[in-house]
Protein backbone atom coordinates (compact mmCIF):
# COMPACT_ATOMS: atom_id res chain seq x y z
CA UNK A 1 0.00 0.00 0.00
CA UNK A 2 2.60 2.27 0.63
CA UNK A 3 3.53 2.43 -3.03
CA UNK A 4 0.32 3.24 -3.66
CA UNK A 5 -0.20 5.93 -1.44
CA UNK A 6 3.20 7.24 -2.48
CA UNK A 7 2.49 7.19 -5.99
CA UNK A 8 -0.58 8.67 -5.85
CA UNK A 9 0.53 12.01 -3.94
CA UNK A 10 3.50 12.49 -6.21
CA UNK A 11 0.35 12.46 -9.34
CA UNK A 12 -1.90 14.83 -7.43
CA UNK A 13 0.61 17.14 -5.72
CA UNK A 14 2.05 17.49 -9.98
CA UNK A 15 -1.67 17.52 -10.91
CA UNK A 16 -2.71 20.28 -7.91
CA UNK A 17 -2.53 23.08 -10.77
CA UNK A 18 -5.64 21.91 -12.20
CA UNK A 19 -7.24 21.42 -9.06
CA UNK A 20 -6.48 25.19 -8.62
CA UNK A 21 -7.83 25.91 -11.70
CA UNK A 22 -10.74 24.14 -11.20
CA UNK A 23 -11.39 24.91 -7.21
CA UNK A 24 -9.27 27.62 -6.78
CA UNK A 25 -12.28 30.35 -6.83
CA UNK A 26 -14.70 27.60 -4.26
CA UNK A 27 -11.17 28.01 -2.26
CA UNK A 28 -11.21 31.53 -2.25
CA UNK A 29 -14.76 31.76 -1.78
CA UNK A 30 -14.56 29.77 1.31
CA UNK A 31 -11.45 30.97 2.76
CA UNK A 32 -12.42 34.77 2.57
CA UNK A 33 -12.63 35.15 6.26
CA UNK A 34 -16.04 37.24 5.76
CA UNK A 35 -18.29 38.07 8.86
CA UNK A 36 -15.09 38.55 11.09
CA UNK A 37 -14.22 34.97 10.60
CA UNK A 38 -10.75 34.04 10.91
CA UNK A 39 -9.57 32.93 7.14
CA UNK A 40 -7.51 30.28 8.18
CA UNK A 41 -10.46 28.62 9.96
CA UNK A 42 -12.77 29.12 7.06
CA UNK A 43 -9.51 27.56 5.04
CA UNK A 44 -9.19 24.61 7.10
CA UNK A 45 -12.81 23.81 7.14
CA UNK A 46 -13.03 23.90 3.45
CA UNK A 47 -9.94 21.33 3.64
CA UNK A 48 -11.86 19.60 5.87
CA UNK A 49 -14.62 19.24 3.83
CA UNK A 50 -12.74 17.57 1.38
CA UNK A 51 -11.30 15.75 3.24
CA UNK A 52 -14.96 13.94 4.43
CA UNK A 53 -15.97 13.99 0.88
CA UNK A 54 -13.18 11.88 -0.26
CA UNK A 55 -12.79 9.24 2.37
CA UNK A 56 -16.34 8.58 1.97
CA UNK A 57 -15.51 8.65 -1.98
CA UNK A 58 -12.65 6.28 -1.49
CA UNK A 59 -14.14 4.24 1.02
CA UNK A 60 -17.27 3.48 -1.27
CA UNK A 61 -15.17 2.98 -4.13
CA UNK A 62 -12.69 0.49 -2.68
CA UNK A 63 -16.05 -1.76 -1.04
CA UNK A 64 -17.65 -1.55 -4.94
CA UNK A 65 -14.55 -2.84 -6.59
CA UNK A 66 -13.99 -5.81 -3.84
CA UNK A 67 -17.30 -7.07 -3.99
CA UNK A 68 -16.87 -6.86 -8.07
CA UNK A 69 -13.47 -8.51 -7.21
CA UNK A 70 -15.69 -11.27 -5.67
CA UNK A 71 -17.86 -11.58 -7.56
CA UNK A 72 -15.41 -11.94 -10.55
CA UNK A 73 -13.31 -14.69 -8.47
CA UNK A 74 -16.75 -16.88 -8.41
CA UNK A 75 -17.02 -16.47 -12.02
CA UNK A 76 -13.58 -17.09 -12.30
CA UNK A 77 -11.89 -13.63 -13.19
CA UNK A 78 -8.96 -12.02 -11.41
CA UNK A 79 -9.33 -8.73 -10.60
CA UNK A 80 -11.95 -7.37 -12.85
CA UNK A 81 -12.16 -4.22 -10.31
CA UNK A 82 -8.74 -2.83 -11.66
CA UNK A 83 -9.01 -4.29 -15.02
CA UNK A 84 -12.11 -2.05 -15.25
CA UNK A 85 -10.62 1.13 -13.38
CA UNK A 86 -7.45 1.03 -14.96
CA UNK A 87 -9.08 1.15 -18.93
CA UNK A 88 -11.13 3.45 -17.37
CA UNK A 89 -7.75 5.68 -16.72
CA UNK A 90 -6.43 5.38 -19.62
CA UNK A 91 -9.14 6.60 -21.96
CA UNK A 92 -9.67 9.56 -19.47
CA UNK A 93 -5.78 9.93 -19.92
CA UNK A 94 -6.12 10.04 -23.19
CA UNK A 95 -8.79 12.25 -24.21
CA UNK A 96 -7.13 14.61 -20.98
CA UNK A 97 -4.54 14.47 -23.32
CA UNK A 98 -6.06 14.88 -26.60
CA UNK A 99 -8.03 18.04 -25.50
CA UNK A 100 -4.62 19.13 -23.80
CA UNK A 101 -3.18 18.93 -27.17
CA UNK A 102 -6.26 21.00 -29.04
CA UNK A 103 -8.74 18.32 -29.81
CA UNK A 104 -12.06 19.01 -28.94
CA UNK A 105 -13.07 16.31 -26.30
CA UNK A 106 -16.81 16.97 -25.63
CA UNK A 107 -17.03 14.23 -23.18
CA UNK A 108 -15.04 16.44 -20.91
CA UNK A 109 -17.15 19.22 -20.35
CA UNK A 110 -19.47 19.67 -17.60
CA UNK A 111 -23.31 19.19 -17.87
CA UNK A 112 -25.26 22.12 -17.60
CA UNK A 113 -27.95 20.75 -15.26
CA UNK A 114 -24.93 19.79 -12.92
CA UNK A 115 -23.92 23.06 -13.08
CA UNK A 116 -26.46 24.61 -12.32
CA UNK A 117 -27.39 22.25 -9.69
CA UNK A 118 -23.91 23.17 -7.74
CA UNK A 119 -24.55 26.86 -8.21
CA UNK A 120 -28.32 26.88 -7.01
CA UNK A 121 -26.25 24.89 -3.31
CA UNK A 122 -23.98 27.34 -2.97
CA UNK A 123 -26.41 29.67 -3.15
CA UNK A 124 -28.69 28.40 -0.58
CA UNK A 125 -25.42 28.14 1.74
CA UNK A 126 -25.77 30.32 5.26
CA UNK A 127 -23.28 33.52 4.43
CA UNK A 128 -23.87 34.77 7.98
CA UNK A 129 -21.90 31.59 9.29
CA UNK A 130 -18.32 31.20 7.45
CA UNK A 131 -16.88 28.40 8.76
CA UNK A 132 -20.15 26.23 8.52
CA UNK A 133 -19.91 27.37 4.96
CA UNK A 134 -16.47 26.46 4.26
CA UNK A 135 -16.78 22.87 5.46
CA UNK A 136 -20.39 22.56 3.22
CA UNK A 137 -18.73 24.03 0.06
CA UNK A 138 -15.65 21.60 0.63
CA UNK A 139 -17.41 18.58 0.48
CA UNK A 140 -19.74 19.95 -2.19
CA UNK A 141 -16.68 19.42 -4.57
CA UNK A 142 -16.64 15.88 -4.70
CA UNK A 143 -19.80 16.51 -6.67
CA UNK A 144 -17.95 18.62 -9.18
CA UNK A 145 -17.62 16.68 -12.56
CA UNK A 146 -13.93 16.25 -12.14
CA UNK A 147 -12.20 13.63 -14.12
CA UNK A 148 -8.97 14.53 -12.18
CA UNK A 149 -10.76 13.57 -9.02
CA UNK A 150 -12.92 10.43 -10.04
CA UNK A 151 -9.88 9.02 -11.75
CA UNK A 152 -8.28 8.44 -8.35
CA UNK A 153 -11.71 7.34 -7.05
CA UNK A 154 -11.51 4.79 -10.10
CA UNK A 155 -7.79 4.05 -8.68
CA UNK A 156 -9.17 3.89 -5.32
CA UNK A 157 -11.68 1.34 -6.35
CA UNK A 158 -9.22 -0.92 -7.93
CA UNK A 159 -7.82 -1.72 -4.52
CA UNK A 160 -10.84 -3.85 -3.78
CA UNK A 161 -10.50 -2.73 -0.03
CA UNK A 162 -12.32 0.21 1.85
CA UNK A 163 -9.84 1.22 3.76
CA UNK A 164 -6.81 1.02 1.20
CA UNK A 165 -9.40 3.07 -1.13
CA UNK A 166 -9.86 5.75 2.01
CA UNK A 167 -6.07 5.75 2.45
CA UNK A 168 -5.95 6.30 -1.67
CA UNK A 169 -8.21 9.09 -1.06
CA UNK A 170 -6.55 10.71 1.95
CA UNK A 171 -3.20 10.58 -0.30
CA UNK A 172 -5.22 12.85 -3.24
CA UNK A 173 -6.61 15.45 -1.05
CA UNK A 174 -3.10 15.91 0.73
CA UNK A 175 -1.21 16.23 -2.47
CA UNK A 176 -3.54 19.15 -3.90
CA UNK A 177 -3.50 21.18 -0.09
CA UNK A 178 -0.56 22.84 -0.51
CA UNK A 179 -1.11 24.77 -3.82
CA UNK A 180 -4.64 25.11 -3.37
CA UNK A 181 -4.31 26.47 0.10
CA UNK A 182 -2.23 29.45 -1.32
CA UNK A 183 -4.36 29.86 -4.20
CA UNK A 184 -4.89 33.32 -2.42
CA UNK A 185 -1.17 34.32 -2.62
CA UNK A 186 -0.35 33.77 -6.43
CA UNK A 187 1.09 30.21 -6.46
CA UNK A 188 -0.06 29.70 -9.73
CA UNK A 189 1.51 32.64 -11.22
CA UNK A 190 4.77 31.74 -10.27
CA UNK A 191 4.82 28.69 -12.35
CA UNK A 192 4.95 30.83 -15.15
CA UNK A 193 5.12 29.07 -18.41
CA UNK A 194 5.22 25.51 -17.11
CA UNK A 195 1.35 25.94 -16.36
CA UNK A 196 0.59 25.34 -19.63
CA UNK A 197 2.34 22.25 -19.98
CA UNK A 198 0.78 20.43 -16.98
CA UNK A 199 -2.81 19.29 -18.33
CA UNK A 200 -0.75 17.28 -20.89
CA UNK A 201 1.83 15.84 -18.23
CA UNK A 202 -1.28 14.76 -15.86
CA UNK A 203 -3.08 13.04 -18.74
CA UNK A 204 0.14 11.20 -18.83
CA UNK A 205 0.42 10.63 -15.63
CA UNK A 206 -3.27 9.36 -15.30
CA UNK A 207 -2.53 6.62 -18.49
CA UNK A 208 0.67 5.37 -16.42
CA UNK A 209 -1.34 4.83 -13.71
CA UNK A 210 -4.22 3.36 -15.38
CA UNK A 211 -1.62 1.01 -17.22
CA UNK A 212 0.08 0.20 -13.68
CA UNK A 213 -3.62 -0.53 -11.83
CA UNK A 214 -4.58 -3.07 -15.00
CA UNK A 215 -1.09 -4.80 -14.05
CA UNK A 216 -2.06 -5.08 -10.90
CA UNK A 217 0.00 -2.75 -9.14
CA UNK A 218 -2.02 -1.26 -7.01
CA UNK A 219 -4.53 -4.57 -6.13
CA UNK A 220 -5.05 -5.31 -2.31
CA UNK A 221 -7.03 -8.97 -3.13
CA UNK A 222 -4.16 -11.29 -3.66
CA UNK A 223 -6.53 -13.57 -2.74
CA UNK A 224 -9.12 -13.14 -5.57
CA UNK A 225 -6.88 -15.67 -8.06
CA UNK A 226 -6.39 -18.86 -4.68
CA UNK A 227 -10.86 -18.11 -4.63
CA UNK A 228 -11.48 -18.16 -8.32
CA UNK A 229 -8.98 -21.42 -8.56
CA UNK A 230 -9.09 -23.73 -5.64
CA UNK A 231 -6.74 -26.62 -5.97
CA UNK A 232 -8.27 -29.60 -7.65
CA UNK A 233 -6.69 -33.40 -6.86
CA UNK A 234 -7.28 -34.55 -10.92
CA UNK A 235 -4.87 -35.50 -12.02
CA UNK A 236 -2.91 -35.65 -8.80
CA UNK A 237 -1.00 -38.78 -7.71
CA UNK A 238 -2.44 -40.43 -4.84
CA UNK A 239 -0.93 -41.13 -1.38
CA UNK A 240 -1.33 -43.60 1.05
CA UNK A 241 -3.12 -43.01 3.97
CA UNK A 242 -0.70 -41.72 7.48
CA UNK A 243 -2.45 -42.76 10.41
CA UNK A 244 -2.63 -40.66 13.25
CA UNK A 245 -0.72 -42.99 15.33
CA UNK A 246 2.55 -44.93 14.79
CA UNK A 247 1.52 -48.91 14.64
CA UNK A 248 2.51 -50.49 17.91
CA UNK A 249 3.96 -53.64 17.67
CA UNK A 250 3.84 -56.68 19.95
CA UNK A 251 7.23 -57.64 21.03
CA UNK A 252 6.09 -60.33 23.31
CA UNK A 253 7.46 -63.83 22.81
CA UNK A 254 5.42 -65.95 20.39
CA UNK A 255 5.32 -69.70 20.98
Excluded: K, N
Amino acid sequence: MTALVGSVFAAALLGSVHCAAMCGSFACLAGGGRHGAPGWRAAAAYHLGRLGSYLTLGGLAGLAGGGLDRAGAVAGLARPAAILAGLLLVVWGAASLASALGVRVPLLAVPPVLSRLIAAALRALPTDRPVRRALAIGALTAALPCGWLYAFVATAAATGDARTGAATMVAFWAGTVPLLASVGVGAQLALGPLRRHLPALTAVVVMLLGGLTVAGRFSSMPHAVAVAAPPSSVGAPSSPAVPSHPPTHDHRAHP
